[in-house]
C-alpha cells in the first residue's frame, strides 16, 4: 500500500491561543518532510494531531485516508512515532525491547528477524543484548527505528530525532532516514537541525506562530540559504 499523510485545514487552538493556524499538507510513500521553527512555533502541536493525542479544533488530519481522532485506533498501526528521547526498558536489552514492543503491536518475530531490525537500524551487534541503560542516545534511538521498521509502520513521525546527537551518529541517522523513505516510507520529522534537513533530502516546511510559511524543496536550497531563510522568516 502506498501511505499517505494529510492535513486539511488542520488547525488547534487553546483557550483563544493558536498553535497551529490552518496546516494544509499532502505527502506520500517516499517523501521526507521536515519542520523547521522556532520554539513554541507549533511543530510538536501538529505531530501530536497526527498520534491523535490531542483533537483538532478545525480540519483533519489524514493518515492512508482515515481520519486521525483522539481514542480511535483506526490510524495506529501505520504510525511509528520516535520521540526525542525513546523510552524503553533500561533492565532489558535491545532484543528484548525489541521483542516487547513488538508484541505490544501485534507481532511475533524470532529472533533472527529480531536481530535483523536491529542490524537493519544500524545497532551494532555487539550492543543487541547489552542492556538498555548502557546505551547511548543514538543507540536507544536506533531501536526505536527497529521498532518502527518492526511495527511495519508506513508512516513514521519523529520529534527533533538528531537533537544530542554528535555529527557521526547525526550523519548515520540521516541515511537511515534516507533508506526508510526509498522503501517507500513516510518519513516527517519536526527539528531544529538546519543541516540534517539539507543532507537527508527533505522537503523543509518554515513554521512560524503556528502558520506554515515557506516549504521548500532542499533540491534548491544550501543549508547556508536556509539557514538565511530561516532567520529572516522567524
Ligand atoms: N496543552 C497546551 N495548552 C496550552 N497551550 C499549549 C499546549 N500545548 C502547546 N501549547 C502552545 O501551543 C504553541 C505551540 O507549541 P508546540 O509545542 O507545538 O511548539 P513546538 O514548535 O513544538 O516548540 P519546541 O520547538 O519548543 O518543541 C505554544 O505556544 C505552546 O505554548
New binding site residues.
Given amino acids: 500500500m502506498n501511505s499517505t499523510l494529510e492535513a486539511v485545514h488542520l488547525t488547534k487552538r487553546?483557550?483563544g491561543?493558536t498553535?497551529?493556524n490552518d496546516l494544509n499538507l499532502s505527502l506520500k510513500g517516499g517523501d521526507i518532510f521536515c519542520l523547521l521553527?522556532?520554539?513554541?512555533?507549533?511543530?510538536?502541536?501538529?505531530i501530536n494531531l497526527f498520534l491523535g493525542f490531542i483533537a483538532a479544533t478545525e480540519g483533519k488530519a489524514l493518515i492512508n485516508g482515515i481520519e486521525v481522532k483522539p481514542g480511535s485506533t483506526n490510524t495506529r498501526e501505520f504510525i511509528a512515532y520516535i520521540p526525542e528521547v525513546v523510552q524503553l526498558y533500561g533492565n532489558l536489552n535491545g532484543l528484548e525491547n525489541l521483542d516487547f514492543f513488538s508484541r505490544l503491536a501485534g507481532f511475533k518475530y524470532s529472533s533472527a528477524e529480531l536481530e535483523h531490525f536491529l542490524s537493519t537500524s544500524g545497532l551494532q551487534k555487539e550492543a543487541h543484548k547489552r542492556k538498555l541503560s548502557t546505551y547511548s542516545k543514538g543507540m536507544r534511538q536506533k531501536v526505536g527505528i527497529a521498532i518502527a521498521l518492526a511495527k511495519k509502520a508506513g508512516v513514521i513521525l519523529m520529534?527533533?530525532p538528531t537533537s544530542g546527537l554528535d555529527p557521526r551518529a547525526s550523519a548515520e541517522f540521516t541515511a537511515i532516514c534516507k533508506q526508510l523513505a526509498a522503501e517507500g516510507k513516510i518519513i516527517f520529522m519536526?527539528t531544529?537541525d538546519i543541516f540534517n534537513a539539507v543532507e537527508v533530502g527533505a522537503v523543509i516546511g518554515i513554521?512560524k506562530q503556528?502558520s506554515l510559511v515557506h516549504t521548500v524543496s532542499t533540491g534548491n536550497i544550501t543549508a547556508n540559504e536556509l539557514q538565511q531563510l530561516y532567520l529572516e522568516t522567524i
Fill in positions: 487553546y483557550n491561543h498553535a497551529l521553527g522556532q520554539n513554541g512555533a507549533g511543530k510538536t502541536t501538529t520529534d527533533e519536526a531544529h513554521m503556528g
